[in-house]
């Protein structure tokens, strides 16, 4: 209902069309996106390896403290999951399908392209690459978990608000690099399907530019380790446990045993529902003091 | 097997007509969100003082409480006392009334009233605080004074078709037969408590909000002081058909809220204080730095 594109009333028409057996996709558009998916199993499997740190479109917007980690002290990082290929493919298939139905739609765009941005100051260009231009904005296409789809990918507030990955900064980036005007975020739910779009067109994109040449600065001068974040008290309906957890920054950071050697994996000790309780990131429970 | 629940063009056709295609100008800068008509509810009725069959002059109503009022771009409004929508868009924003500046403050519009969303004002939710009140006898008299005045505003965004159509003498008045755009600002809760549920029974239809529509009619309710007010009182219509127009409709629609929200945050941007209030001191001792001689 709350339609923030218009190109969602094409793709929601054709995907109920498709569901009646009312709607096609022609022989060129899956050839399309088979060859989308090809490239991106290309990219997973045979493009190299991916722990050389550098500064990219997709990370500049990440903690400073994770980025300082990253360039220093790489052998602190923790092993990427098992699920991480994975989910970096299923990125990859959704971009591609989702592609598909735009064409399908007849929604007009222009396909991915690499982009370089120049922060000024005689600093290096950043280099990225788009995943589309659609009336003139750049946009991002996103497969998300259930909990990303509905508590953070809400509206560029949100996500602002706290922006682990640095989504913000990832497509200020390439618009900015691209020489366009910021779209936004088309989202789909990995769990149900559900998609949408999330706009970003009122960000302060100098205000985000300004934040990317700091964290540029910031490693390029080899400053010493500033944390970001610190843990914080755990809540039960509104209510303090006693126990500290990590942020959600640090949660999803790579370095966190670097920062919180003691910290523990431990199932929630708040939770009362009847599922399995959700892991939680302890950094002091109440027993230890 | 039923058309009801298809459109009636090509998907592709229907991108093209919202300016996706690449036959379409995709600067969609002749946005139509400027001229769009406003829909209000009358809160209070229209009289007409006029002579009766006895002699007497007698106070009759001419637009009731409840009755929707439409005015357009040139200041031209008109009455009935029923109508009848179909809903392209819905945002939220919060509202502010400057009583002094006989104006407006608002947020900018979004899907949903959640975080810290610029205002006109320069500051974020116009000064609303954003945090749980656990103790509303704590809160300071200023700030309950702000809460109280900042509305939780739902910005309705469709066409709408009005009934008998008069203006404010009562005076039928033509050329108001089909379809016209408007946006609408609902704030009272039962009003959009309304709104919601006919909204909830129409996608439970599978069928999209631009696809069915809404009859709008009223209640008349009394506050405790006497002084009465009108809510909207919304009902399932009837399902419509798309037309190849209602998609160019939504990137005009889409247009708008862009149009508004750029100009809620370039009054932000303007009227936006610095976060921290910089210390004459350390001013002072900023600008020695600067001046020690070499």
């Known amino acids: 209902m709350d339609f923030a594109h218009a190109a969602e009333l094409p793709i929601k028409i054709l995907m109920r069309d498709a569901t009646l057996g009312q709607a096609e996709m022609s022989e060129a558009i899956i050839e399309n996106v088979a060859s989308d998916v090809s490239a991106g199993l290309n990219k997973q499997f045979n493009g190299g390896p991916r722990d050389k740190f550098r500064l990219r479109m997709s990370n500049i917007g990440r903690a400073k403290c994770q980025l300082w980690h990253e360039k220093n002290m790489p052998e602190e990082k923790e092993p990427m999951p098992e699920q991480f290929m994975m989910n970096m493919m299923l990125g990859d298939i959704v971009e591609a399908v989702f592609k598909g139905i735009l064409r399908t739609a007849g929604v007009e765009f222009q396909d991915n392209e690499y982009v370089s941005l120049d922060l000024g100051g005689g600093r290096r260009p950043i280099k990225g690459e788009y995943d589309l231009v659609m009336a003139g904005r750049v946009d991002d296409v996103k497969s998300a978990s259930d909990y990303s789809y509905t508590k953070k990918f809400v509206d560029l507030e949100t996500l602002q608000a706290s922006d682990p990955f640095g989504y913000v900064a990832q497509l200020v980036g390439y618009a900015t690099a691209a020489g366009k005007k910021v779209g936004g975020w088309w989202v789909v739910n990995k769990a149900n399907g559900h998609h949408k779009y999330v706009s970003a067109k009122h960000v302060d994109v100098e205000a985000v530019l300004d934040k990317m040449r700091e964290t540029y600065d910031y490693l390029d001068n080899d400053e010493p380790l500033e944390r970001q974040y610190t843990d914080i008290p755990e809540t039960y309906r509104k209510k303090e446990s006693g126990n500290r957890t990590l942020c959600r920054e640090c949660s999803f950071c790579s370095f966190k045993k670097a920062c919180w050697p003691d910290y523990q994996e431990l199932p929630s000790k708040t939770y009362q529902g009847k599922l399995t309780p959700p892991t939680v990131h302890y950094t002091k429970l109440k027993t230890d003091a | ?294």
């Open chain 2, 1 to 294: 097997m039923s058309n009801e629940l298809s459109t009636t063009m090509a998907s592709a056709d229907l991108a093209a007509a919202m300016g996706f295609s690449a036959d379409a100008d995709m600067s969609m800068g002749s946005s139509s969100g400027p001229n769009l008509s406003r829909l209000a509810q009358v809160q209070a009725p229209i009289m007409k003082e006029q002579v009766d069959e006895d002699g007497e002059l007698e106070e009759k109503v001419v637009v009731p409480l409840g009755a929707y009022k439409l005015t357009d771009s040139e200041g031209t409004t008109v009455y009935s006392r029923s109508a009848t929508i179909r809903l392209f868009a819905q945002r939220q924003q919060w509202t502010q009334w400057d009583s002094d500046n006989n104006a407006m403050n608002k947020t900018v519009m979004a899907t949903v009233l959640k975080g810290d969303l610029k205002d006109t004002k320069g500051t974020f939710n116009l000064g609303r605080p954003s945090a749980y009140i656990k103790d509303w006898d704590a809160v300071d008299e200023d700030t309950k004074a702000v809460i109280r005045s900042v509305k939780n505003t739902k910005v309705l965004f469709g066409k709408v078709k009005l009934g008998k159509v008069t203006d404010e003498n009562g005076v039928a008045v033509k050329g108001y037969d089909s379809e016209i755009d408007f946006t609408m600002d609902v704030k009272n809760a039962d009003s959009k408590r309304s709104l919601d549920a006919v909204l909830k029974d129409i996608v439970s239809k599978k069928l999209l909000p631009i696809e069915h529509t809404i009859t709008l009619a009223a209640n008349k309710e009394t506050l405790p002081t006497g002084n009465k007010y009108a809510t909207m009182v919304a009902n399932l219509g009837t399902k419509a058909k798309m037309v190849p127009e209602d998609h160019a409709t939504v990137q005009a629609f889409v247009d708008y809220i862009d149009y508004g929200n750029e100009y809620v945050l370039s009054k932000w941007k303007s009227l936006r204080k610095p976060d921290v209030a910089i210390d004459p001191a350390t001013l002072d001792a900023i600008v020695q730095v600067e001046e020690i001689p070499f």
